[in-house]
């Protein structure tokens, strides 16, 4: 017990302690770390009576584990721990020792070990209480003050992810907004790429499977792009199916357009400077989605027009479909307006390019057509009959070597005529694929008597009118290897004219008028006869029509 007594010597050294232990408490709560406040109170045992520190322990998960900068003292940690670092503690050399536990509200924070030469004074031990109580609860409050500081921490740095994943969110949304609206706005894959340059601040290509270019959008498009080899473009596209994500190549950072299994395309972000950023990859790997979805809508849409087209070409030309309205109803579902004349062209070629060939010639030739295939050949139906010579010219321009005959009907005023329309178109061609260049286009309404001798052919009669009027001179021709009929059949082109006859077979004018004079010998008949001769005239452009025709126009 403290003594009350000012003027008692020992009531003042007592006061003394109470003032110091005042400014003590003062000093351990204004400390922040355990080691600090540790430190303080066992250097402070000795100016509160005859004690001095012999150890100072720090409970850590409820064990008591001893602190520095005393040394440690295994022969007392075992007791320490016994007794939960409180009570009386036996020393070796018979001092009297004693463990004081540094407790708080919030429990036991750890003990101090203090030893005398003698058993303290109770006021003594009083004021060790105190202190172990004031460093216990010291030593809570730096815990309670370092979680705060941790939480502080924790929340600052929280802020900061929040904040960066409201930035990120935020351009993200952008990214969102800027190319879901050029999907939707119809700018189709080239609004798309222009959209992803906006955000990206990158020049932006898109590429079909094989490495040809779909869409550019910024600076830098190459005067001649480069298309890799087959070899090449199929390594990369597995490499990139591989990954499953962007991947630099080159100057060039690259994902697939992928909607399902099939592989639409490329799309690649243009970096040169290695500028690309986390945020540059999200736009990309979200511009691919679209993308995806715009191509496959397109192919989607070409396919569902590509089958109305055909259906209603097949219907058209078979003559399955005679109802006008109907057919003006389809036609114009496919963006065609079908009142009015129209003509029928019909292409055969033997090369799988020649559908693509004929729809850009068309477009060149700025015609408004529906395409379809029918028996086998492209079909065009048209608002207006093209230039025979300028068609096959522009269809040829995007074709090899090979033949291309294209047969042009006359006009239909409604659709119920395109079957009529359909059979002339196949008989113009028919008559160019027997004629003595296959290459070429004739129009049905300029083949002018070929059209009665294909149309008498079919049942045999032009045959026996040719045997008629020919006979003869066919079999003179085939037994004696001449060419009577080849001569006849210039003079009648002529007009009867020895000059041109004789320069069109390249002879001189006396053999000329020796097979003329050998001709009438042999058939009996007067050449100048005007019905002989118009006859006879006929006669020879049936054996045209028959070997080679050869068709108006043609050399």
């Not at 395409?371 to 050949?377: E, L």
Request: proline share 5%.
């Amino acid at each position: 017990m403290l003594s009350s007594d000012v003027n008692d010597p020992l009531a003042r050294a007592q006061l003394s302690s109470m003032h110091a232990l005042c400014a003590l408490s003062t000093m351990l709560f204004t400390e922040h770390h355990d080691l600090d406040i540790l430190r303080i109170a066992a250097e402070a045992v000795p100016s509160l009576g005859c004690c001095r520190t012999l150890a100072s322990y720090h409970t850590i998960d409820g064990e008591f584990l001893p602190y520095p900068p005393l040394p440690a003292r295994p022969d007392l940690d075992t007791q320490i721990r016994a007794q939960d670092g409180e009570g009386k503690v036996d020393l070796s050399d018979g001092q009297w020792g004693w463990a004081f536990t540094l407790s708080s509200v919030t429990g036991t924070r750890g003990s101090l070990l203090v030893a005398a030469d003698h058993e303290p004074r109770a006021d003594e031990i009083f004021l060790l209480t105190v202190l172990a109580q004031l460093t216990g609860a010291a030593l809570a409050n730096a815990a309670l003050r370092e979680r705060s500081v941790a939480h502080a921490i924790q929340l600052t740095e929280s802020n900061q992810h929040l904040s960066a994943s409201v930035v990120r969110l935020e351009s993200q949304m952008r990214v969102h907004e800027v190319l879901a609206g050029a999907a939707a706005y119809g700018g189709g894959e080239h609004g798309i790429a222009d959209a992803l340059a906006q955000v990206s601040g990158l020049p932006v290509a898109i590429e079909d499977p094989f490495g040809n270019l779909r869409a550019w959008s910024g600076p830098g498009l190459p005067g001649r792009y480069p298309k890799p080899s087959p070899q090449q473009r199929e390594q990369l596209l597995h490499r990139l199916a591989a990954a499953n994500a962007p991947l630099r190549i080159r100057d060039r950072v690259i994902i697939l357009v992928k909607p399902r299994a099939e592989i639409l395309g490329t799309l690649a972000l243009i970096d040169p400077d290695h500028r690309v950023t986390d945020e540059n990859l999200f736009a990309l790997s979200y511009g691919s989605t679209v993308l995806a979805l715009e191509l496959s809508h397109q192919r989607n849409v070409a396919e569902i027009e590509l089958r109305l087209r055909r259906d209603l070409v097949d219907d058209l030309l078979s003559g399955t479909d005679n109802d006008n309205d109907s057919a003006f109803a389809r036609a114009e579902a496919l963006g065609h307006d079908l009142h009015g004349q129209h003509y029928l062209v019909l292409v055969h070629s033997t090369d799988s390019a020649v559908a693509e060939a004929v729809g850009r010639a068309a477009t060149a030739l700025d015609l408004h057509y529906i395409p379809g295939r029918h028996a086998g050949m492209v079909v065009l139906i048209t608002d207006r009959r093209p230039d025979p010579v300028a068609l096959h010219h522009a269809i040829r321009e995007h074709l090899d070597t090979t033949p291309v005959a294209i047969g042009i009907s006359g006009r239909c005023d409604q659709p119920s005529h395109f079957a009529g329309a359909f059979a002339d178109a196949h008989r113009a061609i028919n008559i160019r694929l027997r004629s003595r260049i296959p290459d070429g286009a004739t129009a049905f309404d300029e083949l002018g008597f070929y059209r009665l001798v294909d149309a008498a052919h079919t049942d045999g009669q032009v045959e026996e009118f040719m045997r008629e009027w020919l006979g003869a001179l066919l079999d003179y021709d085939r037994t004696r290897n001449a060419d009577l009929v080849h001569t006849l059949s210039q003079y009648l082109e002529c007009g009867g004219s020895y000059d041109d006859s004789a320069a069109a077979l390249h002879i001189h004018r006396s053999t000329l008028r020796y097979r003329l004079g050998r001709i009438r010998e042999l058939t009996g008949l007067d050449l100048r006869d005007v019905n002989t001769r118009f006859n006879l005239h006929a006669a020879t452009r049936v054996w045209q029509f028959l070997s080679a025709v050869h068709l108006p126009g043609e050399t």
